[in-house]
């Protein structure tokens, strides 16, 4: 395996970067999409070890009060967005629709994953297990402004130099054109 292509976990930021003292955050405009993906796309390409460990902290409180409900819901997610990229690298209208509207596609999967645990039972589990975490970290991203330093790791991203897992995730999202940019 070449050096470029591995996957690398990059390194978890400190505490004061991702959100105490030298942290700045602002609310996003909402007029400019493009700049606001812009920004929510590299924040998650930079914070996403911080992402990790906050989501992966939700779901070991959740889990430990509702394991086999968490347990099913993962699952249910996780087959769920499994489907949505098959059918997206397989069917030229849902790519396009995936590439020109992340957001809804992101939505669209969460909703479906509601919906398919409503009928299992499982709304509570799911609603603070998981959809909590991916909405945590996406208000993080949102409002998170982007340092020099984040701009250069993300630029390595985007050249190609580093290959992460939120760099796959997005690219399997149909995001991976406007990282780094």
């Not at 942290?23 to 400019?32: G, K, L, S, T």
């Not at 249910?76 to 809804?104: D, K, Q, S, Y």
């Not at 939120?166 to 406007?178: D, F, H, P, V, W």
């Amino acid at each position: 395996i070449e050096k470029y292509n591995c996957v690398q976990p990059p390194p978890l930021r400190s505490l004061d970067d991702f959100l105490l003292g030298s942290a700045r955050f602002a609310v996003p405009d909402v007029r400019d999409l493009d700049r606001w993906n812009n920004r929510i796309i590299n924040n998650l390409l930079y914070y996403q070890s911080n992402y990790l460990v906050s989501a992966l902290g939700l779901l070991v409180l959740v889990g430990y009060f509702q394991p086999f409900q968490l347990l099913v819901g993962a699952t249910v997610v996780t087959l769920l967005f499994l489907g949505f990229v098959w059918v997206a690298e397989n069917r030229a209208p849902v790519r396009r629709f995936r590439r020109n509207h992340p957001t809804i596609s992101v939505l669209a999967i969460l909703l479906a994953s509601y919906l398919f645990m409503s009928v299992l039972g499982g709304v509570a589990v799911f609603l603070f297990g998981i959809a909590f975490p991916v909405l945590m970290v996406l208000v993080h991203a949102s409002v998170r402004l982007r340092s020099l330093k984040n701009k250069l790791e993300n630029k390595l991203e985007s050249i190609g130099l580093k290959r992460t897992p939120m760099g796959l995730l997005l690219e399997a999202l149909g995001q991976e054109q406007e990282a780094g940019s």
